[in-house]
């Protein structure tokens, strides 16, 4: 697979991440821990080197991945993510220094590493000033425990607050098809800033793959239960965008996820988007879209469909909403 690089940081990873969120939260049962070995191995196999994860998925999520990349560990990026009081996202926000370090050595002993390649806020804590944040992550990568600082889900003014302290590496925020809001700020200030984008729920969480409608049902611990978005009568309206992009997959010769996912890599060479999966046959069709090509008229047409429909629904919980975009 081809690589990319984040930024003006130089860090490289594969032109497609894998998020391991899935593997063990948010989307129903937790795989076996050898199944989600097994997979992240696959991954790495088919050219991913770029694996996702974070404190708040539960202490099982970093020990998949620190087990499963432990004999090619030189060979790959490891993100994970501190910003949670008692690494619980339904507690709030918890970004002290104190706590930061504190994270970092827990998350050093479950990944099974002596450094965390990038380390995110997961949020933005409005009771800790974002210099405090960012001098924190600064102490880590002079000590060697970090190598790059990223945010997640920030806005543009703490953007700029934390990379005059520490160089931001990359931004991790939702980004698809059917959430193109960072295109209005958040894409021309990493720009600006020399900063790379790693989208996640490239796929929409799920829907963009054609596998979900307003008949679809979720397993009671499935986050998207709680998503408006998701919401039967909204699915069968946001349905005109999923016709769409079947009808460009098949003009191509590609899945909808595939288009999806070449979609975002089209449109900055600095964006690596970070699908998950729990199953190979997904996995390895959402690495295929790396060898799918959008041309200047593909684009314009997804452009022209894009505009002609209106996406119903919000992507969070009004409660989770508040979370982003601080």
Request: hydrophobic share 40%.
């Amino acid at each position: 697979m081809q690589k990319r690089t984040l930024g003006n940081s130089g860090l490289e990873v594969s032109a497609l991440g894998f998020g391991c969120m899935g593997l063990s939260f948010g989307y129903g049962p937790a795989q076996t821990k050898s199944d989600a070995i097994a997979l992240i191995r696959q991954a790495f196999d088919n050219g991913v080197t770029f694996f996702d994860t974070a404190e708040a998925y539960g202490a099982l999520n970093e020990e998949m991945v620190g087990e499963a990349v432990a004999p090619f560990r030189d060979a790959v990026v490891i993100a994970t993510k501190f910003g949670f009081k008692g690494g619980d996202s339904k507690q709030g926000m918890d970004s002290r220094p104190e706590r930061i370090r504190w994270v970092v050595e827990q998350s050093l002993q479950r990944l099974k590493t002596d450094r965390i390649d990038l380390l995110y806020q997961h949020r933005v804590d409005p009771n800790v000033p974002m210099a405090e944040v960012a001098g924190a992550v600064k102490e880590l990568i002079a000590a060697g425990k970090v190598r790059h600082f990223g945010l997640s889900e920030a806005g543009a003014s703490s953007i700029r607050q934390a990379h005059a302290v520490q160089p931001v590496a990359a931004l991790q925020s939702e980004y698809s098809l059917w959430w193109r809001e960072p295109e209005q700020e958040i894409l021309p200030t990493l720009e600006e800033l020399g900063i790379g984008f790693v989208p996640f729920s490239p796929l929409g969480k799920g829907f963009l793959t054609g596998k979900i409608d307003d008949k679809t049902e979720f397993t009671q611990d499935d986050f998207r239960n709680i998503v408006p978005r998701f919401t039967a009568e909204a699915r069968k309206a946001n349905q005109a965008l999923v016709d769409e992009i079947s009808r460009i997959a098949a003009d191509k010769k590609a899945t909808s996820a595939q288009i999806a996912l070449a979609w975002l890599l089209a449109q900055k060479p600095w964006i690596v988007p970070i699908p998950g999966t729990t199953k190979l046959h997904r996995l390895q069709e959402n690495i295929g879209a790396a060898t799918v090509t959008l041309s200047t008229t593909d684009l314009h047409q997804i452009a022209d469909a894009l505009k002609a429909i209106k996406i119903q629904g919000e992507r969070y919980p009004a409660a989770l909403l508040a979370r982003v975009g601080r």
